[in-house]
């Protein structure tokens, strides 16, 4: 009978202290799609999160991360997460433009901040207040940046781009306004989805077309079927991903375990920065072993289609009151963050 005492008393120990720790917690699981194919370095973000967030909750919050098509369509995830047919999403703002005309402003923009302008004015800046009013009307539980990639390719092409008459007729692949911009500038430009770039190129379907950052664009083997490509990535120095938690998911968390997902996607965009920068280095020194023709589109140019791009931002600003404020508030912080750059950056090279 002592012994049974003592073996119930154990028993209870371990189930109490057990109980304060993750091993007999409850395991709350979520359900993650995303808008990218398995394999790219967009989805390896929307892993990283998803593997972050078991870790760091001690499996207390496992999110299954499905890439898109697995789960739901690449462009559904918004509206599924928004019905709770999914807990979270891994997705771009630009790819809401659709819906809101101002979210652009917080995925990718011609001509807009590189990573790390881009970043603090989203942190210590008004980027974040913003980006909440952006989303404010569809109730989510939670929405934040999780993820954003540097400068992409602007083009790969079997035709040399030097000149802005050598974009007149030119049957390009893009996508949002930057679509808008080269087809003012002469282009005949089409979107196509990711699969379907390196058969139209080899077909001569396309002249050029752009889709992502070097390692990105590695992946998809465009080097086998393009002669040139072009850089620098004037239409995304960088692209933000974010993450989207449904409300009733959200609020049945406790504290602690928003406290982590939090967390978890602010590392997850810090870590996929540097992690595609790494990637780059190395496809671009891959790309020229390759004998690709690597190109700097001429300075002249870039004024030039700079222009462009500014008359339609500000179009853009007229028509929408978010689009204004938004595209005020990232002018007023690229003023000073340019005065900044230009007083703190070495010039020895």
């Known amino acids: 009978?002592?012994?049974?005492?003592?073996?119930?008393?154990?028993?209870?120990?371990?189930?109490?202290?057990?109980?304060?720790?993750?091993?007999?917690?409850?395991?709350?699981?979520?359900?993650?799609?995303?808008?990218?194919?398995?394999?790219?370095?967009?989805?390896?973000?929307?892993?990283?999160?998803?593997?972050?967030?078991?870790?760091m909750?001690?499996?207390?919050?496992?999110?299954?991360?499905?890439?898109?098509?697995?789960?739901?369509?690449?462009l559904e995830v918004f509206d599924a997460v928004k019905m709770g047919t999914i807990d979270v999403s891994h997705c771009s703002p630009a790819y809401q433009i659709g819906k809101i005309?101002?979210?652009?402003?917080?995925?990718?923009?011609?001509?807009?901040?590189?990573a790390v302008p881009y970043l603090t004015w989203m942190y210590e800046g008004e980027g974040l207040a913003l980006y909440k009013e952006l989303y404010a009307r569809y109730d989510f539980g939670f929405a934040a940046p999780c993820g954003i990639l540097p400068s992409e390719d602007l083009a790969w092409s079997n035709k040399p781009i030097k000149s802005m008459d050598d974009f007149k007729g030119l049957k390009f692949r893009t996508s949002g306004y930057w679509g808008e911009i080269l087809t003012d500038a002469g282009a005949a430009v089409m979107?196509?989805?990711?699969?379907?770039?390196?058969?139209?190129?080899?077909?001569?379907?396309?002249?050029a077309g752009e889709f992502s950052i070097p390692s990105m664009d590695k992946t998809l083997s465009f080097h086998e079927i393009a002669k040139y490509l072009l850089v620098p990535g004037i239409h995304q120095p960088s692209t933000i991903l974010d993450c989207i938690v449904n409300k009733k998911s959200w609020n049945k968390l406790p504290d602690d375990l928003k406290a982590v997902v939090k967390g978890a996607a602010q590392l997850t965009t810090l870590r996929m920065l540097t992690n595609s920068i790494h990637k780059d280095v190395s496809a671009l020194e891959f790309f020229e072993k390759k004998g690709i023709n690597i190109i700097y589109l001429d300075p002249e140019i870039q004024k030039k289609l700079y222009a462009k791009s500014l008359a339609l931002m500000e179009k853009k600003a007229a028509k929408d009151p978010l689009f204004a404020k938004v595209w005020k508030s990232q002018g007023s912080f690229r003023k000073g963050f340019n005065g900044y750059k230009k007083l703190m950056t070495p010039q020895y090279e």
């Open 191 to 207: 979107m196509l989805p990711a699969g379907e770039i390196y058969e139209a190129l080899q077909r001569n379907v396309l002249d």
């Open 101 to 114: 005309p101002a979210a652009a402003l917080f995925g990718y923009i011609p001509f807009g901040m590189e």
């Open 1 to 55: 009978m002592k012994r049974f005492k003592v073996l119930v008393f154990s028993f209870v120990l371990v189930m109490v202290l057990g109980w304060g720790s993750t091993g007999f917690a409850k395991t709350i699981k979520w359900k993650m799609a995303s808008s990218w194919p398995s394999g790219t370095q967009v989805q390896w973000a929307a892993d990283f999160f998803a593997k972050t967030v078991n870790d």
């Open 57 to 74: 909750s001690g499996g207390r919050l496992v999110i299954k991360s499905y890439p898109a098509g697995k789960l739901i369509g690449a």
